[in-house]
C-alpha cells in the first residue's frame, strides 16, 4: 500500500499498543508475569531442583512472602522472636517454590487466561485467572494483591475460587505452632518442602 491511506493504516494499527500498556493493570500484570513462569517451568520440564531455582525470582517478584508469612501465623505473630520471624518467612519461600516447582512439572498444552476486569477491595486488588487444560473444565485461581513498596504483590491465593491459602495453613499450622512454637513450624515447612522435591 502506498500514499496517505497507507499511513493512516499504519498509525492506526499501532497507536493502540502504548494506549493499552499504559491502562494495563499493574497488580495483573503480577498475575500474568507468574503465570508466565509457570508455564516456562511446565514447559521446560527438567528436575524439581531447576525447576525451583527458575521459578524462585518469580515468586519473589510476584508474592509479599513477609506478609503472607504474618498473616499465616496469625496473632502469635508478635510473640515471636525477630530472628524466628525471619526464619519463619524463609522457611515459608522455601515451602512455596518448592510447591509450585513440584506442581507445576510438565506441560500437556496447558495454558492460562487472566481476567482483565481486576476488582477493587478494601484497597485491594482481585485478579481472577482460569488454568485451561486440554478435554478439562478450567480451573479457576484468584490472587489477591496489595501494594508494598510502591509495588503490587500477591497476599492470598483462592484455588477454584474457595477458601484462601492464607486461611487454610493458619488452620493447618496451628497445632504445630502452639505445640513447639516457631522452631517447630520452621522444621514443618521444610519438610513440606522436602516432599516438595525442592
Do not use: C
Not at 491502562?23 to 500474568?32: E, F, K, L, M, W
Not at 506442581?103 to 476488582?119: A, I, L, R
Not at 474457595?162 to 516457631?182: C, H, N
Amino acid at each position: 500500500m502506498r500514499g496517505p491511506l497507507s499511513s493512516a493504516l499504519v498509525f492506526a494499527l499501532l497507536s493502540p499498543v502504548p494506549a493499552l500498556a499504559q491502562t494495563a493493570d499493574p497488580a495483573r500484570a503480577v498475575v500474568q508475569s507468574l503465570d508466565d513462569g509457570l508455564i516456562a517451568i511446565m514447559k521446560a520440564k527438567g528436575t524439581a531442583s531447576s525447576r525451583a531455582a527458575t521459578i524462585a525470582p518469580v515468586i519473589d517478584r510476584s508474592f509479599d512472602l513477609p506478609l503472607m508469612t504474618r498473616l499465616t501465623v496469625g496473632a502469635g505473630w508478635t510473640g515471636i522472636a525477630p530472628a524466628d520471624q525471619t526464619a519463619l518467612v524463609a522457611a515459608l519461600r522455601r515451602m512455596t517454590i518448592a510447591q509450585y516447582a513440584r506442581n507445576f512439572d510438565g506441560w500437556s498444552g496447558e495454558s492460562f487466561t487472566v481476567d482483565p476486569n481486576v476488582q477493587v477491595r478494601a484497597g485491594d486488588k482481585l485478579v481472577r485467572t482460569n488454568l485451561n487444560q486440554p478435554g478439562k473444565a478450567p480451573v479457576p485461581i484468584s490472587y489477591r494483591l496489595r501494594q508494598s513498596g510502591g509495588n503490587w504483590k500477591i497476599i492470598d491465593v483462592f484455588y477454584r475460587n474457595a477458601i484462601s491459602q492464607i486461611a487454610t495453613r493458619r488452620s493447618d499450622f496451628s497445632a504445630v505452632l502452639a505445640k513447639g512454637g516457631a522452631k517447630a513450624l520452621i522444621a514443618h515447612l521444610d519438610a513440606v518442602s522436602a516432599k516438595g522435591g525442592g
